[in-house]
């Protein structure tokens, strides 16, 4: 049936109805404003509060000894106490060290959840249409591959922009996959005992990433301090709103060129 008037005119302003609606909902400002909540209120809210619960316990304890400790004793019982106070303060820095690891952590997870919901959310006008990258990628190697094949975003002209998220990506793997030793034993056929602390000790991670680690030898530990998580996150944040702005010109411009609405 030839369509008359009435239904052509119908038909337009379904499609103009339908280009305003899109070209309102941004999906990737979505995400990006949903990450960043997420960073600076569950990362960083918890992370500011957990520690601050930490010092108080640990005032509490140390008021504790401090009273102890002017009272008459003998000279062994007051070093057990000077003891006691030397360890209540390890031990607090020692749990606020955990809690900034962990934030980081929390961070890299977050990260690669966020890129993969925008990449997600441009099916409509990008299919996915194989596995991007490959198996002995990182995940987040994995994305760059998806990102600049699906979305021609070219990483290489970029760079600066992810320079910061493979550091983030060894450093969530040395506190998850090591129990956040900086310095884990070689397998015993390729040590040294008598090469000193590098003759048994991998200490390639330490070596890369020194500001990334508290202590030396064997009991040296990842320890993320709060100026490099503060770092990352803005970082992070960067990335995610640059990328959003990036898939959101690229969804509008498909539109366009489907529909014909400018």
């Known amino acids: 049936m030839r369509p008359t008037k009435r239904r052509m005119a119908d038909r337009h302003a379904d499609v103009s109805y339908a280009g305003s609606m899109f070209s309102n909902f941004d999906t990737y400002e979505g995400e990006y404003e949903q990450f960043q909540w997420d960073v600076h209120i569950l990362i960083k809210g918890t992370l ?56 980081l952590v929390a961070l890299a997870s977050r ?26 990628m990182s995940e987040f190697m994995r994305l760059w591959v998806e990102y600049k094949e699906r979305f021609g975003i070219d990483f290489d002209d970029n760079a600066s922009r992810i320079a910061f998220v493979e550091h983030l990506r060894e450093v969530r793997n040395q506190i998850v996959h090591d129990g956040s030793e900086a310095n884990t034993l070689k397998p015993f056929d390729e040590s040294d005992l008598s090469g000193g602390d590098s003759g048994w000790l991998d200490m390639r991670f330490s070596r890369k990433y020194p500001e990334y680690v508290h202590g030396e030898g064997m009991g040296a530990e990842v320890s993320v301090s709060q100026e490099l998580l503060d770092k990352n996150i803005e970082a992070s944040i960067e990335l995610v709103v640059w990328l959003a702005g990036e898939l959101r010109r690229r969804e509008v411009a498909t539109m366009k060129n489907t529909t014909g609405i400018q």
């Open 111 to 136: 990260l690669t959840h966020s890129l993969r919901t925008m990449a997600r959310s441009a099916e409509a006008f990008s299919p996915r249409k194989k596995r991007y990258g490959q198996k002995n």
């Open 48 to 103: 500011s509060a957990g520690i601050r619960f930490l010092d108080s316990e640990a005032k509490t304890e140390l008021a504790k000894i401090e009273d102890w400790m002017k009272k008459p004793a003998s000279d062994e019982y007051q070093q057990h106490l000077v003891d006691e106070h030397v360890d209540v303060l390890a031990t607090n820095d020692g749990q606020e060290r955990f809690l900034r690891n962990m934030a």
